[in-house]
């Protein structure tokens, strides 16, 4: 592949100090001037002064240079109980700690190399070691949880980007619907513009863009990291407090006195009040309402209702359309009829009329204030985006010629797993399977090569001993005072709410 679009960073077409960090070898009969890339499996033949397809390296003068600079986080030292503040100067203090990140480091393409930084620094008296790389990515995939009630589609619905097949809907959880999106076989196992527009929509995801989706036979989305989702139009507020019958339960004891029946409304478990649990032992007396749907434990019905995006996640917008009718040995003219949704966002009251038939009434006073419970009880609903990706086959090369070396150190838990400096989630079982919070990353950690497959930053932290043990590429480590005088970095500030990722590594007892 020729190269791509040129970068424009600095004066020129690059900034004025970048850092080698291949010879490149040029191909017989290549152009004068190319330089073959060996960052991916691409091969971009790349002219003097221009970037490769994936806009990340970059030919100057026939030397390949990483066109990104590489990201290192800096925090100030505690000093007893006091934070040591930033000192003026080199950026060499000793009043800060440095982590590097694997955002920008590039890859260890074509996977016999070391990783491309394997830094020593020192963290409590203790000599430390960082093994950072950025990971060519097939095997991997995002899970989005989206605050909601709405229906969004079926389970197993396909879900498409710019009218292509990227994921589909997975199971709904408490007041979440779950979404997959991404994996080997949409990047690979389909056709081309399926894996272009698959990793287009991934690595948009992890960059914490907005992302437009429609499930087929369900909903239109728009989801975007740790933001309300935007469900057919309309952005998402509140997150449940609880089903039907839960929220029955939770609200039951300050219900009582003020009306005679409540009915919340959901499309899993639509709760009643005189016939659940809280209402028999506050001993409300029967109100004689008949529900359609089906009776499930007392108090509890399923299918009240198709899925929708109406009162309670149900398809209804006129709620008395969940009501069969009043029993006339049962109810009385004036009783007092409370429905509401989950969430409080719709809710009416009634009073029966002679007939036995629910009339809408203004919203006492005293009603309206459990409401306002129930939506203060509703936490903000959100999309949040789960990075899950197999760290394993090449990129465990790159820390050491024994790649399962590296795997047996993590499940030790001697080593220290991170992606941009994010704690990850490793799960158990076979390989280096990382689960990673994009929200909490830095921006723009991830890129693409266009094989299709997402580049995203990966680090694995350890003693330095742990390091040696396990056959690590101790000839390739530099420290990091030296990489701190590369000019071509860059300096961030730490969040504070996360835990250092330098922080020594204990081993098993």
Known sequence: M???????QGDGLFPKAVTVLAKSRPPERMREGKVECNACPVLCKIADGAT???????????????????????????????????????????????FVTGVGAGTTYPDYKPAPFIVASKQDDVDMVTVVTEGIFSYCSFKVKVDTDRYLGDEAAPIRYAGEH?????????GSQMLNLGGVHHLTGGSKPEGRATVKMMMELGNKQPIDLEIEGGAKITVEAGKPPIVNGVPEQRMR???????IGIFAKQWWGLVDEVVVLDDHITGVLTEHQAGKCLDMPPSGIKMGGRRSTPGRYFQIANPGSGWGG?????????LVGFDPKVARPGLRLLITSTTGEDAAYFE????????????????AHVIERIAENCEPSLATVLFVGGAGGSLRAGATENPVALTRSIKNRLVNVTCGGVPTYVWPGGGITVMVDVAQMPNNSFGYVPTPAIVAPI????????????????DAIVSVEDLLREPHHQLAAWAGDQPWPLLPTKAPQ
């Open 2 to 8: 020729d190269e791509g679009s040129k970068s424009d």
């Open 459 to 474: 680090e694995f932290t350890m003693r330095l001993d742990d390091y040696r043990a396990l056959g690590g590429h101790m």
């Open 314 to 322: 149900t398809d209804l917008t006129d709620p008395l359309k969940c």
């Open 52 to 98: 490769g397809a994936c806009d990340r390296w970059g030919n100057v003068a026939g030397d390949l240079i990483r066109v990104d600079p590489v990201l290192l986080m800096e925090r100030a030292k505690a000093s007893g109980t006091a934070i040591v503040p930033f000192a003026e100067g080199d950026g060499l203090s000793g009043a800060r700690s440095y």
């Open 241 to 247: 407090v609880g089903c039907g019958s839960a929220t």
């Open 352 to 367: 029966l009329d002679e007939a036995l038939q629910p009339v809408a009434k203004p919203m006492p006073l005293a009603l």
């Open 166 to 174: 990227v994921g589909h809907v997975a199971t709904a959880e408490y």
